[in-house]
Structures are given as C-alpha cells and as structure tokens.
C-alpha cells in the first residue's frame, strides 16, 4: 500500500495540484479514482465517509486525511521538505498568491471551463462574466511574473503548483498564450521541474 492516498481525477486541476505536488516531491502515493461526472461527489456515501464538502482532492496518509489543496500542499511541503517557505515573508507571499489562486484565478477558470466543455446549454450572460473575471486574473498574473522566474520566491513553491493547476488546459477555456508571454514562460519552467507530468498522464479516469 502507498504512503499516500490521492482522491482525484483526470478533468480536475485542483486535484492536479496535489497530484503533481506529490510526483514532483517522489513521494509513494496512489490515485484513487473519483467518478466525479456519474455524481460520485454527490453521493451520501461520499459526503459521509469520504469529504462532506463533496469535492476532490482528498489526500489520506495514515491516520491524517486533509481536504481543499491549498492545505494539501502546504502540508505535503511540511512533510517533504520541498516547495515551501524559507522565511516568514516567504509564508506571507505564498498564503498570498495561493489566496489570489483559490478567489480569483482557479474559482473562474474552472467553472468557465467546466460550463464550456462540461455542460449543454451553458447562459452566455454567465460565462460571459466568468470569462471576463479569468480574464483580469491573467492579466494580473501575467504582470506580476514581468522579471520574475517564478510566483512567490527565486525558485518554485506551493504557489506555482497552486496557480498552474488549470492552466495546461488553454484550449478548454478558450487561451492563447500569445497574449500573457510571461505565463507562458513560466509554464514552461513549471513544466521542466523534473519529474513533471501533464495532468491526463498523471491521473486516472474514466471514459472521456
């Protein structure tokens, strides 16, 4: 059995950011595939016995079980020794950008995308001002890697893994990277961390 239990699959970024977090830190973990699109999270069962907010990731490790990534990733950071803060101003930057992620950036990402590829009939006027949301916060993260290699310090941490969980999927929220070159470039010093895999190499899923 696997040190870690990971809860996730393949369509969710935020349960790719545990995941990746976990790959990335060589840590002995196995996926635990959700049928999330057959209403698994919905389930009583589920919201019972698994996590009573109905949602992934849910990460097990022995006696420790820890819902919502942003406490996920801090936590695998404590146990691992790798992508956290060094210093207390490295703390407060981190919390900071994963805050910013959580609100402002994954919040419209995901659901834009999940209305536009996920569901018939989506509102225009709903996805209209999700787009427009997504779009202010690329623009401020583009602006804030203007010089800077990676999000909250000299190297990558919890806040890049936090921030990236959705954004290898461009063409699912309708992106050109063209216009935000510095997310772009970022990206791909993300994605060179070694050790990366993109997010439908590295969970599980069901037919797509």
């Known amino acids: 059995m696997a040190e870690y239990e990971l809860y996730c699959f393949k369509e969710s970024g935020n349960a790719y950011k545990a995941a990746i977090m976990l790959q990335l830190t060589g840590c002995d973990w196995s996926a635990h595939w959700v049928d999330f699109f057959n ?5 009583e069962d589920y919201r019972q016995n698994v996590n009573v907010m109905g949602e992934v990731p849910v990460l097990n490790h ?8 942003g406490v996920i990733l801090n936590y695998l950071a404590e146990q691992t020794g790798q992508f956290g803060a060094q210093s207390a101003e490295e703390t407060r930057e ?7 992620d959580n609100h402002k ?4 990402v995901a659901t834009y995308r999940f209305l536009t590829n996920f569901v018939k009939d989506a509102d225009p006027a709903v996805t209209g001002f ?3 949301r997504m779009t202010g916060a690329l623009k401020v993260l ?13 190297r990558a941490t919890i ?20 216009d935000y070159p ?19 190499d590295l969970m599980p899923g069901g037919p797509d």
């Open 39 to 43: 209403g698994e999270t919905r389930s």
């Open 62 to 69: 022995g006696d420790v079980h820890l819902t919502q990534t």
């Open 94 to 100: 981190i919390l900071r950008w994963i805050l910013f």
């Open 159 to 178: 806040a890049d893994l936090s921030l990236c969980g959705y954004l290898f999927w461009p063409d699912e929220f309708g992106t050109s990277w063209d």
């Open 130 to 132: 999700l787009n427009a």
């Open 105 to 108: 950036l994954t919040s419209y």
């Open 142 to 154: 583009n602006a804030h890697l203007d010089g800077r290699a990676f999000v909250a310090a000299d």
């Open 182 to 200: 510095n997310i772009a470039a970022w990206l791909g010093r993300v994605s060179s961390l070694p050790g990366w895999v993109a997010p439908y």
